[in-house]
């Protein structure tokens, strides 16, 4: 029986969902484009903290740890994280390409390490999405997964959670140590204050190295890399409205053909 | 020494700074435009993320944020909407002098309870007769035993009717001209005090802006900051500090401009392709462009003097004049970009450009703001 829950909860810095990103020489460009938390695993943070802040009377949490894997980069998604309310962060600074499946064996190790009794991330990651990141790090670790999940209580030395599946949701319960991956509809998180932002300044940040946790080598090699463009057609229909409406009507029809 | 990059800290501050202008302030800034009325959930809201009176010291229990910093985050709510920013600054503005020459007691007794809610603070030197001409303020004030009584009129005051508190500037001896005048703290609910919120503005409008009159108004004489005669220093000292977030919110409307000219360039086609292949646009998106980097570096580097205690009255000069003349002209031509469209309010940049053309007027005229790097370049030459 846990007395109190050590959450980890993982994250990457990745492309802002506005970013234009183009491939050159069979690699994806970055020069130039803005970074920020990933999306998906920014819910993880705020239920970390909505966990702490006392949710259910059982749940009495730890510690919020945040750990990153990646590039020197990933340092700002972990200071946002810190200013949102986590207690401190763990950095294995990498510029290694690793696929999702050596990802999950660092990671394992990290939460090893740790003691973590629950571990947060993004249900699939907005770099390359991914969706296999939890699911290998829950496999490595041999514990319990709950997937792109909407609801999680902890209740007793275990969780209940509901998840989405492709043609509704079920209610899981399952024992801790879990893995829980988390979505859009879980909760709204919350902005990083300015004082918290001050704060995070004197909170841990350990820069950790890959070599520490085994390095493992990529599994998967990427070989070379495209990004699907479609250019908008960019019309714009001017005009009075019943007339602007009734052209665009005729180009559905005509043009695009999705009327008839 | 030079280091052009801001901290992890500034960084955080500017995203969180714009993603309050995108998801809380750019949603409402047409309709409080519209209407003249007072954002109060984007106070409020802001005052709940800290971005409200950010400058109050620590020792009050305040983030005690220095110029930089503010020039970060003033750039990204006047991309938001720059009537609203007014708000804020106009606060950070009535606090200044607080700063600048309030003893650890007054800023204990007035910035404090500040912290405590949506709270706003003003600043009152110009009257109806006199603005660029401030020593020949006529708001009298007249010692009375351990009081100060004060009447008079003070004219276009941001935030002046909802402030917790005003910092008036007064003479008590007209004779003395600049030399005989004071500041003094006037709390809100004083007996014979009232405000009365101005209409019609041309734009800032979601800013209330209001005349404040002063019938017989008594305050402690521990209301004074500094020494009486100490007044005209005081407000002039507030303003080279003051004028700084005025030159970012306005590169932050410049920025809005631009962008707004890109989006409806890429978009919008004529003779059978997007306009911003025309040289013509693409000419004005570039000058825009220029004035941005250009503005955006004055204002850093006047802010960064004022956090260095250096002078810093003619950097923040040259950055307030330049960057909202420049974001003025940005806001014309994002307008001519947008050509009939421009010219209604169902787009933004008509909004821009009524907004900022405050920019060249308040906290010092820009005539004003020659006059003081004039000054500087003759100072010698003259005497």
Redesign the interface.
Known sequence: MEDSVKILTILKQVPDAEARVRAQDGAVDLDGVTFVIDGMDEYGVEEALRLREGGSAAASVEEVVAVALGPQRFEEALRTALAMGADRAVHVETDAALDPVAQAQVLAAVAREEGADLILVGGKQADWDSAALGAAVAESLGWPLSDWTTELTVEGDGLRTRHDTDDGSEALELPLPAVVTTQQGLNEPRYPTLPNIMKAKRKELAKRTLEEFGAPAAKTVTVRQEIQTRERLGKLVDGEPEEAARELARLLADEAKVLS | MIDFELT??Q???Q??AR??AREVIKPVAAEHDREESYPEAVVRRGH????LN?IVPESVGG?G?GSLDEAIIGEELGYGCMGIYTIFMASELGITPLLLAGSPEQQERFLAPLLSGPKLAAFALSEPDNGSDAGAMKTRAVFDGDDVVLNGTKMWISNGDRAEFTVVFATFDPAQRHRGTLAVVVEKGRQGFSARKLHGKLGQRASPTAELVFENVRVPRANVLGEPGDGFAIAMRTLDRTRIPVAAGSVGVARRALDEALGYA????AFGK?IAQFQAIQFKLAEMKIGIETARWQTYHAAWLADRGEPHGEAAAIAKAYASDMAFRSADEALNVHGGYGYVNEYPVEKLMRDVKLNQIYEGTNEIQRLVIARGLLKRLLE
């Open positions: 992890e800290e960084r955080q501050f995203s969180l993603q309050f709940e993320l800290g971005l950010t983030l944020l890429s978009q919008r086609h997007p």
